[in-house]
């Protein structure tokens, strides 16, 4: 290989590794940095179930375990009513210093940034379940729907012309660019977590890989797919009280799994409203503690369900 080989080939490299790091990378498509760059795609989602493998090396701790389901819940809650509910669908208002905090925390269950979730779920809305909608399964298969569709080339971009309320916000920009940053450190921070209480106290039995392990793959890879739920099952499986253009579902055990995602029709019927569960025994853990929140004015103005809504209610029909 000649020297200019080499620094092509490195160069090559160089662009692929920023297209991993900075979302904002572009590469040529059709060529060399173009397979890379999709290689380096898929590479980190790949290692992120690689590394629940730990757990049979690192074993198990109720402190892990424990760290892992409350990891799961903060970060669950993050998404649906922050990146969902907030970021996606302005259901209710919040401070800047609040939306930043979830914005940070709703990144860290390494589902993109919070201009970019946003962005491809207002898509889907308008586009759901037709041409347009990247993840319907009655489209693209329930697989595709699942997991598959985010690995596309064309979905990696942020459209940033579908979020220009939130594009106005650098912070929120800094986040959105580099949003692999943040789940690093918070992998840094289980490993340094469980460190920390080996030396201080072992009779705990945990450890930093036990705790990366458990706190953070483990966690993160079951958020995963209680959240794509959502995408597949939710269009697939349950029942429907609304007529709408769409195939989405109610389904009592998906919204137990997601603090209240699980609504989905009621959902598709109204999407302007900060509940999804529309009457009260359809359980919405995300709307109770959202409306909590409110009575300490850390969020406010949470938008209702109209009256007209529940006039257009069916018997749920499957």
Known sequence: MTATNGQARAGVIKRALGFW????????????ESRLARFLRVVPFVLMHLGCLLVLWAGWSWV??????????????AITAFYHRYFSHRSFKTSRPMQFIFAVLGCTAVQRGPLWWAAHHREHHRHSDDEGDLHSPKLHGLIFAHMLWFLQPDARQTNTKAV???MKFPELRW??????????????????????LQAIWPSLGTSGWQMLAW???VSTVVCYHATYTINSLAHTWGNRRFKTTDDSRNNFWLALLTF???WHNNHHHF??????????WELDLTYYVLWAMSKVRLVWDLNPVPARVYAHAETPRH
């Open 64 to 77: 892990a375990v424990g760290v892992a389901v409350g990891f799961y819940a903060v970060r669950m809650f």
């Open 271 to 280: 999407p302007g409203s900060v509940r999804q569960g529309f009457y009260w």
């Open 215 to 217: 706190g953070f793959f």
């Open 21 to 32: 790091i900075d979302s904002t990378v572009t590469v040529q498509e059709g060529g060399e």
């Open 260 to 262: 209240g995602e699980g």
């Open 175 to 196: 986040i959105d660019r580099y949003d692999g940053l943040v789940p690093v450190a918070m992998a840094a921070g289980m490993f340094g977590l469980g460190w920390l």
């Open 164 to 166: 220009p309320d939130l």
